[in-house]
């Protein structure tokens, strides 16, 4: 299973982005799907997630009320709608997925995935 980011680039303050992260390989039902985000020097930090099956989602504090998350099960594809943005949303943003085989970790941790895409790089302009 590959996850292939994309969506990323260059926007000024308060202005919207959106992240796309497409599934691929062999047929894959993940359990849920998240967007993290990681600076030079600092931990993953999580974002937000979604449910595969019922849609329910979860946010960070700093992504509620301005991001989205949602999701395509025909595409196999979950997005990230980003508005509002600021220079500290600047970060390059992964996307992941845990699969059914995986039961540790919490949904809001790093290790509570098994499968990564390889980041989209999001910069904020002041």
């Known amino acids: 299973v590959q996850l292939q980011a994309s969506g990323g680039g260059l926007v000024q303050t308060g202005g919207s982005l959106r992240l796309n992260c497409a599934a691929s390989?062999?047929?894959?039902?993940?359990?849920?799907m998240g967007w993290f985000r990681q600076t030079p020097g600092k931990e993953r930090e999580f974002v937000a997630a979604i449910y595969w099956g019922d849609g329910v989602t979860s946010y960070s504090g700093s992504a509620r009320g301005r991001f989205t998350i949602s999701k395509d099960n025909v595409q196999n594809a979950v997005y990230l709608e980003m508005n509002s943005l600021k220079p500290e949303d600047t970060a390059v943003y992964y996307c992941?997925?845990?699969?059914?085989?995986?039961?540790?970790?919490?949904?809001?941790?790093?290790?509570?995935?098994?499968?990564w895409g390889q980041g989209t790089l999001v910069t904020v302009s002041s």
């Open positions: 992941a997925a845990r699969s059914p085989l995986h039961t540790s970790g919490y949904l809001t941790g790093p290790r509570g995935y098994d499968y």
């Open positions: 390989g062999r047929t894959f039902t993940p359990v849920v």
